[in-house]
């Protein structure tokens, strides 16, 4: 038996920082949603994104290197989430926000097998499956409650599992700082764009409000957070497959219904905790079944 840890065991540990990190973006994202357009929070996202990745590259004198065609659709598809996941916020609560996006390992999975030809064992879906199971258990869906809002947070997951497969599919990508840069300045163009033809819409998500320089340092905070989740997800992906570490996003939703009770008052009640339970236990099954396969 080998006890130095493998590839796959490090990319589970990057996602399982990245998990318990990504929540504060929607947290701070909420928050920012009662004085900011979604548009709007997500143009400073990527405009900070862009400028903290540059001195920060600076700083620990990484390269960024040249552009890349694939930067445009990888900015596309994760700006695209960011916007539906922060107009949804403006609706629903946090954690119910989360478990709709939940969906998304789901389709990450089936994109894998398609895509990437990944051998998906019957364990692996059980894991998927049961997580899902406590996220609906979480979230009890009901149509009624939420109306047409529910459907953003799936819009944001279908896009998130296309930019991850993305990254997946793109074996010359090796240098996160340089994917982070460009993301962030063709996603501030593209958001630019928008927001210019808009303004003279009454479509309220996205508009550009006043600014108010007392939530810079709110804003500030949303982008390094969201880069610091990024670059974990991207080495996380660089160490393991994309379908073995699904089912650790599914463990966002601790963390997010800590944030919504403490900042939002959603107190969760007794079957939040069971879901929350089933979740954690789906996600330790997998790094069982992975150990295993390596033993």
């Known amino acids: 038996m080998n006890s130095s840890i493998t590839d796959s065991q490090k990319g589970m540990i990057f996602m399982l920082i990245a998990v318990f990190v990504i929540p504060f973006s929607d947290a ?9 357009s979604p548009m709007q929070i997500t143009f400073f996202r990527f405009v900070l994104q862009a400028i903290l990745i540059y001195f920060l590259a600076k700083i620990l004198r990484k390269q960024i290197r040249s552009f890349k065609m694939i930067y445009l659709y990888l900015a596309f598809f994760i700006s695209s989430c960011m916007f539906f996941i922060f107009w949804g916020l403006v609706y629903l609560p946090l954690a119910n926000n989360i478990a709709l ?7 990450l999975t089936f994109l894998s097998i398609i895509f990437l030809k990944e051998k998906i064992t019957r364990s692996l879906i059980g894991v998927l499956v049961v997580g899902l199971i406590g996220t609906m258990i979480i979230i009890r869906p009901n149509w009624s409650a939420y109306g ?4 953003l947070p799936i819009l944001a997951a279908m896009f998130y599992a296309l930019y991850l497969m993305t990254i997946r599919v793109s074996k010359d990508i090796k240098d996160s700082f340089t994917m982070h840069f460009w993301i962030g300045i063709v996603a501030s163009v593209i958001i630019s764009i928008i927001l210019l033809f808009t303004q003279t819409s009454d479509f309220e998500m996205v508009s550009f409000n006043e600014l108010d320089h007392s939530l810079w340092w ?16 991207s080495n996380a992906l660089y160490y393991a497959n994309a379908s073995s570490i699904a089912s650790f996003q599914y463990l966002e939703i601790i963390s997010a219904t800590l944030l919504g009770w403490i900042i939002f008052d959603d107190i969760p009640d007794n079957l939040t905790i069971l879901g929350a339970i089933i979740v954690i236990a ?12 390596k033993d």
């Open 282 to 293: 789906s996600g330790l099954y997998l790094i069982k079944v992975e150990r295993k396969k």
């Open 28 to 36: 701070i994202g909420k928050w920012l949603s009662s004085t900011y």
């Open 101 to 107: 996006f939940f969906i998304e390992p789901l389709i």
């Open 218 to 233: 709110l804003v500030f905070l949303l982008a390094v957070v969201t880069i610091v989740s990024q670059l974990l997800v």
């Open 148 to 151: 047409t809002a529910a459907i």
